[in-house]
C-alpha cells in the first residue's frame, strides 16, 4: 500500500515577522499541510514556537497544522498546542517515558498522535503504540536546526518502520513522515525508502523560482521515485 505524497513545509525559515502572511503563502504554493518545529529550549538547544504564535497564524489558512513537539514535557504542553489549532501532535518517544499513555492522552485531546525518533532511536521502539498513532517520523537530522546535512543512514529505518506498518496491517493507515535535510537531491531516497509526507524548510525557501516551483518539484521527484 503506497500513501500518498504530501509536502509540508517546516516553517523555521519563513519570515517569523509575518507568519499569518507567510502561512498564505504556503498553501498558496500547493503544500498539504504546514509543521510547526516547536522546540522548548531543553530537549533541543534551541527555543522557537509557543502555541500563541500559531494560535495567530491559525486564522490565516485552512491547511491542517501539525506540531513537531521538540519538547521536554510533552503532556505537560499538548492541550495548549490543539487549543492553538494543531491538528496533530507528534511526540519525541526519547521524551515520553510513558509513551503509550501520552499517546492516548494526545488523542483524548482530539488530536491524532504521531511519534518521532531521532537518528539514534531505533524503530523497535515503537512497535507497541502502532494502533494509537496515524504518523511515525524519522529524523533525518538531528532534531533543532534547519539548514543540515540529510542523513541517508536513516534509509533503512524508514524501511524498517514501512515493513512494521505493513506487517501488523496498519500501513494503509499510518503515513511515514521524514524531516531534516529534505531536498531535490534527497527526496527520491527518502521516498524510494518509505517516507510519504516530505518535511522541508531549507530546500522551499532557498529555491529562486519560489515556493510554488519548490513544492513541485519535491512532490515530483518523490511521486516519480516511487512510480
Ligand atoms: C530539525 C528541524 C528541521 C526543519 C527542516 O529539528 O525540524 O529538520 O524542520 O530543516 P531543513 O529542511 O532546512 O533541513
Redesign the pocket.
Known amino acids: 500500500m503506497t500513501r500518498p505524497i504530501q509536502i509540508a513545509p ?1 516553517v ?2 519563513a519570515d517569523f515577522a509575518r507568519l499569518g502572511e507567510e502561512v498564505a503563502a504556503l498553501e498558496e504554493a500547493g503544500v498539504d499541510l504546514v ?1 510547526w ?1 516547536v ?1 522548548d529550549g531543553q530537549f ?1 538547544p534551541n527555543l522557537t514556537f509557543g502555541p500563541d504564535v500559531i494560535a495567530a497564524a491559525r486564522p490565516h489558512t485552512s491547511l491542517p497544522f501539525e506540531a ?1 513537539l ?1 519538547v521536554h514535557t510533552p503532556d505537560a504542553m499538548a492541550e495548549r498546542y490543539v487549543e492553538a489549532g494543531c491538528q496533530r501532535l507528534i511526540v519525541h518517544v526519547e521524551a515520553c517515558p510513558h509513551l503509550h499513555r501520552t499517546l492516548e492522552h494526545v488523542a483524548s485531546l482530539g488530536a491524532t498522535a504521531a511519534v518521532a525518533l531521532n537518528p539514534g532511536t531505533p524503530a523497535s521502539s515503537i512497535a507497541h503504540v502502532l494502533d494509537l498513532i496515524d504518523l511515525v517520523l524519522v ?1 533525518t ?1 538531528n ?6 546535512a540529510y542523513l541517508a543512514s536513516m534509509e533503512p529505518k524508514i524501511a524498517e518502520v514501512r515493513a512494521m506498518l505493513a506487517t501488523t496491517g496498519r500501513d494503509a493507515a499510518v503515513d511515514v513522515e521524514v ?5 531535490p537531491d534527497t527526496v527520491a531516497g527518502a521516498a524510494r525508502a518509505g517516507a510519504n509526507v516530505l ?5 522551499l525557501y532557498r529555491d529562486p523560482e519560489g515556493l510554488g516551483h519548490a513544492v513541485a518539484t519535491l512532490r515530483r521527484l518523490a511521486t516519480d521515485a516511487v512510480t
Not at 532534531?143 to 543540515?148: A, D, L
Not at 524531516?179 to 531536498?183: A, H
Not at 518535511?199 to 530546500?203: F, N, P, R, T
Open positions: 517546516s523555521l525559515p509543521q518545529d522546540m533541543v513537531h521538540m529524523m537530522v532534531p533543532g536546526f534547519g539548514g543540515q524531516d531534516g535535510g529534505i531536498g518535511v522541508a524548510g531549507s530546500a
